[in-house]
Each structure stands twice: as C-alpha cells, then as structure tokens.
C-alpha cells in the first residue's frame, strides 16, 4: 500500500485581523519591525526590544504593568497594541515516575501533548511541532491523527514557557543565578515532524538558544526527524542543534512500511545527508532512535546491517523498546532481543542505549501522543482500518 505523502497545513498568521499582535515567537528582528510599527521611535526600537525580551523570556513576565523598567505610557502603549500568550494548560497529569504531561489548548480550539520528563541532574521537555501529523509511521500513535496544523512559534516555545511556569522555574531579577535546571533540555519529539515546520521550529528554537532569555544552548535541544532529507542541511545552518533520526529499519523494503517518507527519500539519500550534518552544525553525535518491533526490524542481520550503514558517522543508537497503543499493528520486541540487538551494536563500537520508557501510565511515552479528544474519537476498528491492517 503506497500512502501518499502529502503536506495539508496552514499556519495561523501572527496577526489577527485588526486584533493585538502576540508577541511570543517573534523573532528579535520581527519584534523590533512590530514595536517600529506601532509608533516606537527607530533608534530605541533595539533598546526596547532588550528590556521586553529580558521580562517575557528571561523572568516570565505576561503583564506589561510588571516591566518597570519602561516607562507608564509606554507600558500602556504596549498593553494596547500587543499581548504576551502562550498556549493554555487544559490538563494535566503526573506519571507515578514523575513525568508530567500536559494537554494543551491552541489558537482554533487545537491541542497538542508536551511532556516532562525528570531525570538524575537534569529534565527534558518534549514539545510539539504540529498537531498531528502528516506522515504515516504505521507504528506511531501521532500518524493516526488526520486532523494537522502547523504550530506557529509562539505555540512552540510557548510551550516550554508553559512549563517553566508549572516547575516554577523562572529566575527572579536579581536574584542569584541558579545553575541546576529542572528543565534543562528540549527533544522536538512529541506531536509533529519539525522539518515540515521548518521556519516556526527554527525561530521558537533561536528563542529557546537566546542568551539573554530562556538561555538553553544548542547543544540541549534535539530535533527528531523522520527523515525530510532536503530540510537536514538547512537545519545544520539556521538552527545548529543535535539531530535525532528515526531510522528504525535497515531494508528500504521495511523502511517503505514503517517510515513511508522513505519511498520519497531512501536510506541512502537519508545517510548522505546525515554524513554533512555534525561538520556543519558542529555538532556532536547524530542520535539514531530505532523502535525495536517484534519480528519486524528486531534480527541479529538487522543489527549487523545497521553498523555497516551507519559507519563513518559519528553516531548513538537509541533503542526505543515499542510503546503499545490501542490498536496498534505491532508488538514490543522482548527484553532478551533488545539486549541481543544492542550488544551487537556496542560491540561494533557504538553506544546503543535502551531508551527506558517514561510515563506510560499517563500514554506520554514515545509515539503515544494525540489530542485526547482525536484519541476518544477514533475506535481500534477505524485505527486497525487507517493502519492497513485487515484483521
Ligand atoms: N516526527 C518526528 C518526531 C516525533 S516522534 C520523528 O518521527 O522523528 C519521536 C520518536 O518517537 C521518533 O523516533 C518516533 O519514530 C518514535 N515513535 C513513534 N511512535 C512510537 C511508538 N509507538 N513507540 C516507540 N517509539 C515511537
Ligand atoms: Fe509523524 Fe514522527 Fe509519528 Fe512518523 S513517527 S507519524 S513522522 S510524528
């Protein structure tokens, strides 16, 4: 069955019809265009774009009475023309391993899933990209949901705003600077294949990097890629953060089944991009994430074939144990395979981790994302049906 890749979104523009600008996810340059726009005089626009970015992303402010530092007509100036907004927290859960999972609501009455997850000395944020996706990875829960649209960047770093307001974690102005971060890195894993949200991933991530904001460097964010090869180059210039694959099968045969972008860009289109990404990004290793599916992409051949295809890039293997979700079409591998499958790996020199599965009690791990209302929607029946499968 050869499903169609197609790329059905849109964008919500940043500026409504005559409404107040959102100024979260413009970037420095966009916001200084908006305040000009509004009436600040040109040669303070750098200098008033400073003091607002250091309130909204370095202290957490939404209110512009609390940014004492502009003076009382502008502030009113400000709460006329523009608004602070980030994504509105419609729930949320906490796994009983500490993962926390929020559903949040974006502009057109959307949700999409983020994911917290705490670890030994450090705490990730798994954020969304698109609600849904397009693409169809037959084992992802996410490529089930038909509804797609892009999220704009404010709802991509607004996102990990959401989160700092929740773990309380926004410095306060003056206050000595605390080096232990709950949340100390992003994974683009949640909802969404980036690459096909280019521009709003690069600019919420140049946000989320800035040094005078949220100030996490570019070596703490990860963008998962299923494989939009064009996109990868672009991504080593313009956004310079660690790439993760999702490579998971070593045949273009399987790969056409699991990861059907492979039948537009291949494993060896996939690898050639691959190999220019760290000298460009300067980047260390390229994570490759490999979902270990019963009988499907699980063999020792497997293994072996993957070392020879990877050689020569500097590379981690991150072997996700597969996470079951109402219908679908696969099965875990077992614990024994997995260890087989990574010793393999490791023996051959790569470090191959058995990525431990986070928050399943609340559907937070990998691939288990949707919008709960989609979720509640759709039957095994009508999953098992969109998933090709007969049975
Ligand atoms: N669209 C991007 C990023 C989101 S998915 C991508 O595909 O890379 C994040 C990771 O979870 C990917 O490696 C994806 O293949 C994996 N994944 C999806 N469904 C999964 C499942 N049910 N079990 C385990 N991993 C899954
Ligand atoms: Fe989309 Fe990634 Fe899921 Fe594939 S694995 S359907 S690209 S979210």
Redesign the pocket.
Known sequence: MSAPITQDVHTIPRKLPDGPINLVGLTRDAMRDALIAAGTPEKQAKMRVGQIWQWIYGWGVRDFEAMTNLSKVFRAELAEKFVIEIPEVVSKQVSTDGTRKWLVRIAGGHEVEVVYIPEEGRGTLCISSQVG?T???SF?H??TQKLVRNLTAGEIVGQVMMARDDLNEWPVPGAPKDETRLLSNIVLMG???PLYNFENVRDAMKIAMDAEGIQLSRRRITLST?GVVPEIARTAEEIGCQLAV?FHATTDAVRDTL?PINKRWNIDALLEALRAYPKVSNSERITFEYVMLDGVNDSDADAHRLVDLIRGIPAKINLIPFNEWPGAPYKRSSNNRIRKFADIIYKAGYASPIRTPRGEDIMAAC?QLKSATERARKSRKQIEAEAGMSS
């Open positions: 996706c693409l169809t990875c992802c996410t490529g909802m969404g294949e299923s999702s990861v691939g």
